[in-house]
């Protein structure tokens, strides 16, 4: 069975950096880690989870939700079956958890196509 795995989150201080990782497991030969896009969700106490960052499953195109952009950089190591977002500059409003999701068709902010889902990891951004 496939899973995923989020670590790296923590408390840190605004403009702060982190960087999470979303560790794969148990994708099989024919459907490998690298033929699934991995995107990067957020949700906040109290609000919608939401798309922040994706990278394709065919060429390695990133994609940014305008809000984290230049901030977010999403990242993956095929060999290492692990897939990284780093966040610059941390601001309170970053303050959620993560999870990382995989998806065989490629990029998409709609949570629901997504394959497979880590359990996510918690973020906090306060001095």
């Known amino acids: 069975q496939a899973q995923l795995a989020e670590s790296g989150g923590g408390l840190v201080q605004p403009g702060g950096s982190l960087r999470l990782s979303c560790a794969a497991s148990?994708?099989?030969?024919?459907?490998?880690?690298?033929?699934?896009?991995i995107g990067w969700f957020r949700q906040a106490p109290g609000k919608e989870r939401e798309g922040v960052a994706c990278i394709d499953n065919r060429d390695d195109m990133t994609y940014y939700r305008d809000s984290v952009n230049r901030r977010f950089t999403v990242s993956r190591d095929n060999a290492k079956n692990t897939a990284y977002l780093q966040i610059d500059n941390l601001k309170p409003e970053d303050t959620a958890v993560y999870y990382c999701?995989?998806?065989?068709?490629?990029?998409?902010?709609?949570?629901?196509?997504?394959?497979?889902w880590g359990r996510g990891t918690q973020v906090t951004v306060s001095s």
């Open positions: 148990g994708f099989t030969l024919i459907y490998p880690f690298e033929k699934y896009a």
């Open positions: 999701a995989a998806d065989s068709s490629g990029c998409t902010w709609y949570g629901a196509r997504y394959d497979y």
